[in-house]
Structure formats: C-alpha cells, structure tokens
C-alpha cells in the first residue's frame, strides 16, 4: 500500500496529533540472550524468563494503533525489516518542520531502514547529525520556544550502555534550531538496576498540555536541574514519582491533545491525578512491551500535531 505524504509539524508535546508511525512487534523473534540487552528492564526479563513474546507484543501494539485511528489519528507503521522495530520514538523525531535521523547505539542503527517508504514520500528537510553526535529520540522533548534534551557526560556514556545521548548532542541541536533554547537535563544511569535507571528523558518526566508535569525527581543527577522544574511547575502542578513508579514507567504517556493523553493499565494513582488535573486518561495495555524498557510515548513517533499558528 502506497504511503501518502505526511507534512512534518511538530512544535511541542501535547498539540493535537494528527499523524504518528507506532512501532511493531513483528519480526522482533525470539527473546535475547543476556548479553544481547542493552537496558537493565530487558536484562531483568530475560534473567526471570519472563521477557515478552513477538505475538504478545504484535498484540499490544495493534491495539495501540486501533486506539489511536479511533481518536481521528492518522497511524503510519514501519517497513518491516526482520528485527526488533517497537520502539519507534528513538530512530527519528520531527521538530517544527524537519525529521531527524537519530544517531542510535550499534545494535539498533538497522532499524531505520524501517522509515524508508515514510521518508520517501515526504520532500522535507532530514537532518542527519555527524558521528560523534550520538541521541535517542526519548531523551529529546519540543517545547515551546525550547528543546529539553536528557543526556549523559563522556564519563558516564564510556561506562553506561544505558547512556544513549551525549553532551555533542545540545551543541548539534542549538545550531540547527537556533530559534529555540535548548535546555539539558544530565540523566542517571545503571546499566543493572531499573529503578535506579532514567534511560531516557521521557522515563522520568512528562509535560503535560495543561500546564501539568509527572516528575521523577531521582532520575536528574543535578540538583539545580530538580529546582528548576519544581519552580516551573509547582506543587499543585505536578506529580512527582517513587522509583518503583518510574521503573513501571508511569509517566511514559503519550499527550494526543492539550486534555486528552493515552497511558498503560495500572498505574492508578498517575491516572486518578491527572483526571482531578481535568485530563481525559485513555488506558490500554502494553504491559508486555513495557518489559523491554519502553512503553507508550517510546513506541509512538508524532509526524505532525495541530499547528498553533493556524
């Protein structure tokens, strides 16, 4: 089936969305051996034999993009290309009006040859950063007139696999959105430990299209980085999540307009803030891909939301 061009347009995180690619489990095979993960989630599943399976995955992730053509959503899914394609959010992103091809770990640069038909119907901007600029589309956020960016120093990308985007990255960033301020946030790591693990910014915090935010505050390894948050958003706008709750990943959510966002079964107590927020909360079930690290906002990647010049 011939892939109709999307216009890019991304500006923040909640704008109405108009047109997303969601991941796929299809092709994803057999759960990995110990050494082939790459976050401690996966590590704790393959160790405990409880690592999901291809059709559960497949499963979820169909419901996933059933939900959203529901919501009026128009939902792109990759080329297949015979390996692990659920986490779409990390290989691209669109900001304003341009896509960018991620600079990912070794292990995961094949599945970008899953954006090939999306990329070749569209006649705008790609950018593709140098070498030693390396990023993951879950540590980058648009905000408005900003870009948050979660990232880890050269001591802690040497040692972390879980350390998915460098210091290079805010430089390759400001320089090619000069308009915007781009705001870094450094990340904790642990290659071992879920809990103690932000592997990526959107592990750890959610803005929210209300002026709310979900906050794991323990997930920041910078203090003024914390302070500044809770002074942006303040006590009776934010929820601030246990580490339990951030490895579960209750604020990994997915914002499809201003008061409306999409979550995961379970998480009662994010979901009952948000709706006394005055949020519609859509819950479905991806609790079986959850266990490879990533839930809701990592296996969707926006292509265009409501503009809110129009």
């Known amino acids: ?5 999307v216009a890019w347009s991304i500006q923040d995180e909640w704008s109405s969305l108009e047109a997303v690619m969601v991941g796929t489990g299809i092709g994803m095979g057999d759960p ?17 034999n409880t690592y999901p399976t291809e059709s559960q995955v497949s499963a ?10 529901h919501q009026n959503v128009r939902v792109l899914r990759p080329d297949l290309v015979g390996m692990n394609q659920v986490f779409t959010r990390d290989i691209g992103l669109v900001i304003d009006d341009r896509f960018i ?3 990912l770990v070794e292990d995961r640069v094949l599945e970008q040859a899953g954006l090939k038909s999306m990329l070749h119907t569209n006649t705008g ?13 879950g540590d980058i956020m648009p905000m408005p007139g900003e870009i948050w960016v979660g990232y880890a120093k050269e001591s802690d990308f040497n040692q972390f696999t879980t350390a998915r985007t460098n210091e290079a990255a805010l430089d390759w960033l400001q320089e090619q959105f000069p308009e915007r301020k781009v705001r870094g946030f450094e990340l904790q790591k642990s290659d071992t430990d879920p809990s103690q693990n932000a592997l990526h910014l959107d592990c750890c915090l959610a803005p929210l299209g209300m002026g709310h935010l979900i906050l794991h505050p323990a997930g920041f390894k910078n203090p003024d980085d914390i302070a500044w948050l809770q002074t942006q958003y303040t006590a009776q ?14 604020g990994n959510v997915l914002s499809i307009s201003p008061n409306r966002v999409i979550s995961s079964i379970g998480f009662d ?23 490879m690290g990533g839930l809701i906002r990592c296996s ?9 010049t129009v």
């Open 1 to 5: 089936m011939k892939i109709q061009p």
């Open 32 to 48: 990995p051996s110990l050494e082939e993960t790459f976050d401690p989630q996966s590590r704790q599943h393959v160790l405990n």
């Open 60 to 69: 979820e992730l169909d419901d996933l993009a059933a939900l959203l053509e």
């Open 101 to 103: 091809m991620t600079h």
């Open 125 to 137: 901007t790609v950018l593709t950063p140098p070498a030693h600029v390396q990023m993951e589309g």
């Open 237 to 250: 706008m934010r929820l601030e999540l246990s580490s339990l709750e951030m490895e579960k990943m209750h």
């Open 269 to 291: 107590r994010t979901h009952e803030q948000m709706k006394r927020w005055g949020y519609d909360v859509l819950v479905i079930d991806l609790s079986e891909a959850a266990k």
């Open 300 to 308: 969707t990647m926006p292509l265009r939301r409501q503009s809110q």
